[in-house]
């Protein structure tokens, strides 16, 4: 389904230029976000697709009297990135996965990373932290493949994605991410990474407030509940979901009936105990000695992730604008209603400038403009960077750049500390004053 309207891809699947594995993780579901924005750079895709449209009676159907509404906001982001990215040598069609440089630095990390792993399973705690730390960094090359981003080669991209499994399940992460996260950015109702942290954080309003929450406003607290965030992504979350077939009941697993699919969730989760959690209770020394390595390597990678990645979006500001019931931020109807602008309003940049922030974070410090163009690869994007907030000014979107990761991060603990306290016993005493004013 795009824009309302159903398409059917199966003649056309095998000859995607993007590969088969992208058209096949939106079947079956509205698609319209994910279609825009990966064909940001071309003007051929509407012309490809309006050959597989199915008929159907639908008041939903688009015809040439009932025109498709067009993101005035988005299309001149892509006229403006597109003329930059040329400017500088790129072509964002043909050009826009990893540069020599970026495949360079893939290769470095691997190294690295295998080096470290090899002391993780020989018996070493310094070598469970360091495997963890390269695990992060080689998540740089698995996050690009995920969105299709690493090479214009598909079959690169596909097992590219693997590079994401020290994080989390690769499986997992192309439903919970790529689709999910990516299509309805803070929208309570459809984005899953809303309700990773249900069980020991609330991060929005709409989750009932419960007594654990309150330990939320102390940062020792939060930063325990961070320790704990690989586990979930490569161990329960995953479970859950072969259990269920769905994610939070928001994602469907739609392909789970495909062997390569219903394999590799399982494999991943069988693989992740043995190597990570199991092997160094026979190779270490003493049961403790194992036990925290095991500990090590979860808690690092787990507090990595989470500070590079929860600070993007968890916000006052980046969660109220996703709230589907949060008042318009705008007057001006060139940006009502815009996909575009609400990629912008839920997202936050830091350290734009720097590039030692941009190699440790993974490229999450351009997380507008990975949002907005989630197909260029993350070593482009701070060459558009300077134009996409040039464009949010003229157009009066609130474009939220933090000079500093420090000062990000206490916007998110910001956020925490005010949804710690239970929202009705805040409110409770204001009606009663109230009441009691008007009695008087």
Same mark, same amino acid.
């Given at each position: 389904?795009?824009?309302?309207?159903?398409?059917?891809?199966?003649?056309?699947?095998?000859?995607?230029?993007?590969?088969?594995?992208?058209?096949?993780?939106?079947?079956?579901r509205?698609?319209?976000?994910l279609?825009?924005?990966y064909?940001?750079?071309?003007?051929?895709?509407?012309?490809?697709?309006?050959?597989?449209?199915?008929?159907?009676?639908?008041?939903?159907?688009?015809?040439?009297?009932?025109?498709?509404?067009?993101?005035?906001?988005?299309?001149?982001?892509?006229?403006?990135?597109?003329?930059v990215?040329?400017?500088?040598?790129?072509?964002?069609?043909?050009?826009?996965? +990893?540069?020599?440089?970026?495949v360079?630095?893939?290769?470095?990390?691997?190294?690295?990373?295998?080096?470290?792993?090899?002391?993780?399973?020989?018996?070493?705690?310094?070598?469970?932290?360091?495997?963890?730390?390269?695990?992060?960094?080689?998540?740089?090359?698995?996050?690009?493949?995920?969105?299709?981003?690493?090479?214009?080669?598909?079959?690169?991209?596909?097992?590219?994605?693997?590079?994401?499994?020290?994080?989390?399940?690769?499986?997992?992460?192309?439903?919970?991410?790529?689709?999910?996260?990516?299509?309805?950015?803070?929208?309570?109702?459809h984005?899953?990474?809303?309700?990773?942290f249900?069980?020991?954080?609330?991060?929005?309003?709409?989750?009932?407030?419960?007594?654990?929450?309150?330990?939320?406003?102390?940062?020792?607290?939060?930063?325990?509940?961070?320790?704990?965030?690989v586990?979930?992504?490569?161990?329960?979350?995953?479970?859950?979901?072969?259990?269920?077939?769905?994610?939070?009941?928001?994602?469907?697993?739609?392909?789970?009936?495909?062997?390569?699919?219903?394999?590799?969730?399982?494999?991943?989760?069988?693989?992740?105990?043995?190597?990570?959690?199991?092997?160094?209770?026979?190779?270490?020394s003493?049961?403790?000695?194992? +036990?925290?390595?095991?500990?090590?390597?979860?808690?690092?990678?787990?507090?990595?992730?989470?500070?590079?990645?929860?600070?993007?979006?968890?916000?006052?500001?980046?969660?109220?604008?996703?709230?589907?019931?949060?008042?318009?931020?705008?007057?001006?109807?060139?940006?009502?209603g815009?996909?575009?602008?609400?990629?912008?309003?839920?997202?936050?940049?830091?350290?734009?400038?720097?590039?030692?922030?941009h190699?440790?974070?993974?490229?999450?410090?351009?997380?507008?403009?990975?949002?907005?163009?989630?197909?260029?690869?993350?070593?482009?994007?701070?060459?558009? +960077?300077?134009?996409?907030?040039?464009?949010?000014?003229?157009?009066?979107?609130?474009y939220?750049?933090?000079?500093?990761?420090?000062?990000?991060?206490?916007?998110?603990?910001?956020?925490?500390?005010?949804?710690?306290?239970?929202d009705?016993?805040?409110?409770?005493?204001?009606?009663?004053?109230?009441?009691e004013?008007?009695?008087?």
């Open positions: 389904m795009i824009h309302g309207v159903s398409y059917d891809l199966q003649e056309f699947v095998d000859r995607h230029p993007g590969g088969r594995e992208s058209i096949l993780l939106g079947r079956g509205d698609c319209t976000a279609f825009e924005s064909h940001a750079f071309s003007h051929q895709h509407w012309n490809v697709l309006e050959k597989y449209r199915r008929l159907q009676a639908s008041t939903t159907l688009l015809t040439k009297e009932e025109p498709r509404k067009q993101d005035v906001f988005y299309k001149v982001l892509q006229e403006r990135a597109t003329a990215l040329k400017e500088k040598g790129v072509d964002p069609v043909t050009h826009r996965g +990893a540069t020599p440089l970026r360079a630095y893939y290769v470095l990390v691997f190294s690295c990373w295998i080096m470290a792993g090899s002391s993780h399973l020989k018996g070493s705690v310094s070598g469970s932290f360091w495997f963890a730390i390269f695990g992060w960094l080689m998540g740089a090359m698995g996050h690009d493949a995920g969105h299709f981003a690493v090479s214009r080669t598909p079959f690169l991209n596909e097992w590219g994605v693997w590079s994401m499994s020290m994080i989390c399940n690769p499986i997992l992460w192309q439903h919970q991410h790529t689709y999910g996260h990516h299509s309805f950015t803070n929208d309570f109702d984005d899953p990474d809303l309700h990773h249900e069980v020991l954080l609330r991060v929005h309003k709409k989750f009932p407030h419960g007594s654990i929450y309150q330990r939320q406003s102390n940062f020792a607290y939060v930063m325990f509940a961070y320790f704990f965030v586990f979930g992504t490569a161990i329960w979350i995953p479970w859950g979901m072969i259990q269920s077939g769905t994610l939070y009941g928001i994602v469907e697993w739609q392909d789970k009936e495909r062997p390569t699919k219903a394999l590799g969730m399982r494999l991943h989760l069988i693989l992740y105990v043995v190597l990570i959690m199991m092997v160094p209770f026979w190779t270490h003493s049961f403790w000695t194992a +036990a925290l390595a095991v500990y090590v390597h979860i808690a690092t990678l787990g507090l990595v992730f989470a500070l590079f990645s929860q600070i993007n979006h968890l916000n006052e500001a980046s969660i109220e604008r996703g709230d589907e019931n949060a008042s318009e931020y705008t007057n001006d109807p060139r940006v009502a815009s996909w575009a602008a609400d990629q912008v309003e839920t997202s936050n940049n830091f350290c734009s400038q720097s590039l030692l922030w190699v440790l974070s993974n490229g999450l410090n351009h997380q507008i403009e990975h949002h907005l163009f989630p197909g260029l690869n993350h070593c482009h994007l701070h060459l558009i +960077a300077p134009v996409v907030q040039q464009t949010c000014e003229e157009f009066g979107v609130n939220k750049s933090y000079e500093t990761w420090s000062e990000l991060l206490g916007a998110t603990l910001e956020w925490l500390e005010k949804l710690s306290v239970d009705e016993k805040v409110q409770a005493p204001e009606a009663r004053s109230s009441k004013t008007n009695t008087m």
